[in-house]
């Protein structure tokens, strides 16, 4: 029953893993849209956090998460056919990838890190059944990744803790690459292993070797992600001399810039108790009851202390978002109880799977689910009877320009602006770009009906008039062939 029951959760992740919902221009932009522009030469968008002065995003941690996969990805292709590799295919490749990183790296450490086998049994069920996993941990998100590594540090401190007769040197080892590749990743990383790995010192007072190892695989390791990172800020410089002047060193950057409360104003300021009066109950749900009808009992320290203290720790800076909890949930999931009342029970997973399952839709399948779509449907068309110079995005999330493909259109992210505003816009694009040979495209959700009067049947009578050409399910609406 519990296999058939685990084997249909994976189902349910993967065919959601396959969906085009776009829960936050982070998971393209801080990830798949710096490195398909590298390797396969898309046009792509650079944001803030890597243009500015002092760069605050790594790419080290991109590179073998999503460059290693393009890479291999490019030579496949490459032996099949003469024709370059569709952008879709990376798209649905990197999302194939998370969801393999998810079932095999996220559950395994979950076996690892629960030793009791009835309780393993439910901490993987419960993380598998959670949307949480079905939807955010199968996106590109820094945060996915670094649920992975804060869940197998985890794992490699309760290594080097339970071989007490040796120095657990390959543990160390690997938990020192660990923690550089998720320093490099996320500055939140430290928040999640900080109290966990004072579990350490006397381990280490007693091994000091083991010490050295770890500390020697963080330097080295510390030492490449840099060398990387400065080539790639500084590729006109020489590498040696940059090096030894001017470094990239991308965690000590976004540290310096996320202690600034006026940096995280313009990203939005939240009070301290956000993450724990919002974040997690949109996150955990049902599952918040078993903190108090369950109490925590006979359960691993380390995923416990980890979650608490990360939450914590992250409950001090001003700027919130439900993701930054991300590597808690596995760890908070996996030291639950159920209720001992089976009617209790019962109810309650009426409401676990309830919960799920509305998340699961929304956040999985509908949100800002066209965006993909519609980009993707651009970068395919070389004619369209005119020729679409520009495409206006209102109302929308920022979309992944590397969709486009090759194809020459300039896309201008015109986020919530006002309708009079959004008129002024279109104005301007007409009188820019617009003649008998060339158009201007507006995406916009089909529920923005103040756009609907610009769909003339007879465009004669106004300035000018749209054709609606492409509609995502009724979930985004497509519209273009503006005529002047």
């Keep these: 029953m519990w296999a058939r029951t685990y084997l249909a959760l994976l189902v349910i992740r993967l065919y959601l893993a396959l969906q085009p919902s776009y829960i936050h221009p982070d998971e393209n932009f801080q990830g798949p849209e710096v490195i398909a522009g590298k390797i396969f030469a898309f046009p792509h968008h650079l944001t803030w956090e890597f243009t500015s002065e002092k760069p605050v995003r790594s790419v080290s941690s991109l590179w073998p998460v999503y460059g290693l996969p393009m890479v291999v990805l490019h030579w496949i292709w490459s032996g099949i056919g003469p024709n370059e590799v569709p952008p879709q295919v990376v798209y649905y490749t990197l999302r194939a990838l998370m969801f393999i990183l998810s079932f095999v790296l996220e559950d395994w450490a979950i076996h690892e890190l629960v030793q009791s086998p009835p309780h393993r049994r439910l901490a993987v069920t419960l993380v598998a059944s959670s949307y949480v996993t079905w939807t955010y941990q199968t996106?590109?998100?820094?945060?996915?990744?670094?649920?992975?590594?804060?869940?197998?540090?985890?794992?490699?401190?309760?290594?080097?803790?339970?071989?007490?007769?040796?120095?657990?040197?390959?543990?160390?080892?690997?938990?020192?690459?660990?923690?550089?590749?998720?320093?490099?990743?996320?500055?939140?990383?430290?928040?999640?292993?900080?109290?966990?790995?004072?579990?350490?010192?006397?381990?280490?007072?007693?091994?000091?070797?083991?010490?050295?190892?770890?500390?020697?695989?963080i330097l080295l390791t510390t030492s490449l992600a840099i060398v990387i990172d400065t080539s790639?800020?500084?590729?006109?410089?020489?590498?040696?001399?940059?090096?030894?002047?001017?470094?990239t060193f991308t965690p000590l950057n976004s540290l310096l810039y996320n202690t600034q409360t006026s940096n995280l104003a313009t990203h939005g300021l939240h009070p301290h108790y956000q993450h724990l009066v919002a974040s997690l109950p949109l996150l955990l749900g049902p599952a918040l009851y078993l903190f108090f009808s369950a109490p925590i009992r006979n359960v691993p320290r380390l995923p416990v202390l980890s979650a608490i203290s990360g939450s914590l720790l992250l409950s001090c800076i001003p700027h919130q978002e439900p993701r930054f909890l991300l590597p808690a949930i596995p760890l908070l999931l996996s030291s639950l109880h159920l209720p001992r009342s089976k009617s209790l029970t019962k109810y309650w997973l009426a409401a676990w799977i309830g919960f799920n399952t509305l998340f699961g839709v929304l956040m999985g399948i509908y949100h800002q689910g066209g965006v993909i779509p519609a980009q993707t449907w651009l970068g395919q068309q070389s004619t369209l009877g005119v020729s679409m110079v520009e495409v206006l995005w209102w109302r929308t999330y920022s979309p992944p320009i590397w969709l486009l493909d090759h194809n020459p259109i300039r896309t201008t992210d015109l986020m919530g602006i006002p309708f009079a505003s959004l008129q002024m816009q279109v104005e301007t694009a007409l009188g820019s770009d617009c003649n008998t040979n060339k158009s201007v495209g507006l995406v916009a959700p089909y529920s923005s009906l103040e756009i609907d009067p610009w769909i003339a049947k007879s465009p004669e009578d106004q300035a000018f008039a749209f054709e609606e050409i492409w509609r995502k399910s009724g979930r985004e609406k497509r519209v273009g062939g503006l005529e002047d």
């Design 139 to 217: 996106h590109t998100f820094s945060n996915s990744i670094e649920t992975l590594v804060v869940a197998w540090s985890l794992v490699m401190v309760q290594r080097v803790l339970d071989n007490k007769q040796r120095s657990s040197l390959r543990s160390s080892t690997v938990l020192g690459c660990l923690i550089t590749f998720g320093i490099f990743n996320r500055i939140t990383f430290p928040a999640y292993l900080l109290v966990p790995s004072l579990h350490l010192l006397p381990h280490f007072f007693r091994r000091p070797f083991s010490l050295l190892v770890l500390s020697t695989a």
């Design 232 to 247: 790639f800020y500084h590729p006109d410089s020489p590498l040696l001399h940059t090096l030894l002047t001017n470094p």
